[in-house]
């Protein structure tokens, strides 16, 4: 009976066993993960179009190549989450619908602009930085083909990461305007970068539901943290000043001590009222109805293949 059933998925996320999608499980802890997951995947989809827009316009061929690169892999790291959303009982469809719809979101990251071809290093290092300390403790959520996807995503987000800082450090050894640009697209992802993690602990209603389930294995708090204390250090490396002046060593915590983020923009921002919100779905929009062509012709081919 249904109280059976709940002690032993208690018992196995006691166990920090994981969840199998044939296995039973409480509706809310499904409907969670159809929400997180899914807009983990509409995050990667729509995550394409600030960097898709300068692959025309790299500097050269090689950075074409890396950009081109990692936006393929972006595609690939939607299709792996909305093949694990698929195994809850939604399909890609009715996602594609939900975020087309507005009734599902994406990171707040997006919409954002990619203003300058230099956005493209400073989304590399600081967006897929910050993807990198929320999705390494994803690898071990309790639900099984979550967990699964992050292996790949995360070893694939090293390699964003690391493009990114590489063409910042690059443009950093080049002139005055070029470590200017850099400068100025520092000032303008730092803090949306940080809004990434979601609110702060204690205006954030789904995470002690989601860290008892054992969806999230840290709060919002400690992965922003976690990111500051792994990105100052880059920064003087590059030699690059992070924009906010009260970033210090807190010998104390072990920690670096900084200043919040404006919850306000970041909750209009979350409510569509961002810079770009309308501009991703348009083109999200677009897209799909341009591929119903592909799509019929694809459902035509099975259907006759199953004739034969
Ligand atoms: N952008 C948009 N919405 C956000 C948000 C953000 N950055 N942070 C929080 N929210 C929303 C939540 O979805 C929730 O709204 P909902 O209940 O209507 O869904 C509300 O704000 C309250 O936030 P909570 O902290 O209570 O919500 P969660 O427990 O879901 O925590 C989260 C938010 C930390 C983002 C969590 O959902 C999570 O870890 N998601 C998976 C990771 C993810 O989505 N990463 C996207 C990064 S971009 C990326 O990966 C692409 C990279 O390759 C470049």
């Known amino acids: 009976d249904e109280a059976e059933l709940l002690a032993g998925f208690e018992a196995t996320i006691g166990h920090n066993d994981r969840i199998e999608p044939r296995d039973w499980m409480p509706e809310g802890y499904r409907k969670t993960l159809i929400r997180q997951i899914a807009q983990h995947a509409h995050s990667e989809i729509i995550g394409m179009q600030p960097e898709g827009t300068w692959v025309t316009r790299a500097p050269s061929l090689r950075r074409k190549a890396i950009l081109l690169a990692k936006v393929q892999d972006e595609a690939g ?3 792996y ?3 694990a959303c698929e195994t809850l009982g939604v399909s890609r469809d009715e996602l594609t619908r939900r975020l087309i719809d507005g009734s599902q979101k994406y990171s707040s990251i997006f919409n954002y ?4 071809y ?4 400073t989304i590399g290092w600081l967006v897929d930085g910050a993807a990198i300390c929320n999705q390494v403790p994803l690898c071990r959520t309790s639900y099984g083909p979550y967990g699964r996807s992050m292996i790949r995503i995360c070893k694939e987000e090293s390699f964003h990461q690391r493009q990114g800082f590489e063409l910042l450090a690059t443009m950093m050894r080049g002139t005055d305007e070029q ?3 850099v400068q100025e697209s520092v000032n303008r992802f730092w803090w949306p970068a940080l809004m990434m993690f979601g609110p702060p602990d204690d205006d954030s209603p789904n995470s002690a539901q989601s860290m008892a389930w054992g969806i999230k294995r840290n709060t919002n708090d ?3 943290q976690r990111m500051v204390d792994m990105t100052v250090p880059q920064a003087d490396a590059l030699g690059v000043t992070l924009p906010d002046p009260s970033i210090t060593w807190n010998d104390e915590r072990g920690s670096y001590d900084f200043g919040a983020p404006d919850w306000e923009e970041f909750w209009d921002v979350v409510q569509g009222n961002g810079p770009c919100n309308k501009q991703r779905i348009d083109h999200r929009k677009k897209a799909y109805d341009d591929g119903v062509w592909v799509r019929e012709a694809a459902m035509a081919f099975a259907a006759k293949g199953t004739e034969q």
Do not use: C, F, T
């Not at 602009?113 to 300058?116: D, E, Q, V």
């Open 77 to 79: 790291h939607g299709l």
């Open 81 to 83: 989450l909305y093949s």
């Open 113 to 116: 602009p990619a203003l300058s």
């Open 118 to 121: 230099v956005d493209v290093g």
């Open 179 to 181: 470590r200017a640009m």
């Open 222 to 224: 400690e992965l922003r």
